[in-house]
């Protein structure tokens, strides 16, 4: 069952991935992003790893999403708005498959956390004595903020930039 969800959610992330690059419009990619990141957050809840998963939903679903969002409604405020009407089939569709992943994800949240417990294998030997050294917090903070100091920063730069990049380009286009 593990085997089947965690092939199911890499699928999915990987489809909804290859839709995000491909998709005409920039608000059906950031909503394909959505769904990208919502897989990957399942996979880590797969992964015993329920902290990375939190932070994965709060920090890029919750904040990074809602300012890309953001910089696209922004940038097309000069065009006018052409409503992307789906016939309710496709809808019904939509909802059903909505549906279906969040039954999958509540499924597999419990039994994939107790197969585990019950088996005794937790993951490999020098996360679990981190994680009991130092907490599940200190072992994603320590080398985020010793060893991965500089991508972590560079990361938040490039994101600045494109923000700054992208206000610009919009300012442009009002003017």
């Known amino acids: ?5 965690f092939t199911l959610f890499g699928g999915l992330a990987l489809a909804s ?11 059906a990619s950031a909503l394909f992003l959505l ?9 880590f ?14 920090v890029y679903i919750g904040a990074i999403l809602v300012l890309f969002l953001f910089v696209i409604m922004l940038l097309n405020l000069g065009y006018a708005y052409r409503p992307d009407v789906r016939p309710l089939p496709w809808r019904l569709v939509a909802g059903g498959v909505g549906l279906a ?12 956390r107790s197969l585990r417990e019950a088996a005794g294998t937790t993951g490999p ?3 679990v004595a981190l994680q009991q050294a130092k907490g599940v917090v200190g072992a994603v903070a320590e080398p985020l903020f010793s060893d991965y100091l ?3 920063e560079l990361t938040s730069i490039l994101l600045l930039v ?14």
């Open 162 to 175: 494109g923000i700054v990049g992208a206000l610009l380009l919009a300012k442009r286009r009002l003017d």
């Open 35 to 43: 769904v990208t990141l919502a897989a990957l957050a399942a996979l």
């Open 45 to 58: 809840v797969l992964l015993d790893a329920q902290f990375i998963a939190v932070l994965q939903v709060i």
């Open 150 to 152: 500089v991508p972590f």
């Open 1 to 5: 069952m593990e085997t089947f969800l």
């Open 101 to 112: 992943l969040v039954i999958q994800l509540a499924i597999a949240v419990q039994p994939a």
């Open 125 to 127: 030997e020098a996360l």
């Open 17 to 27: 991935a290859f839709v995000v690059v491909t998709a005409r419009n920039p608000v």
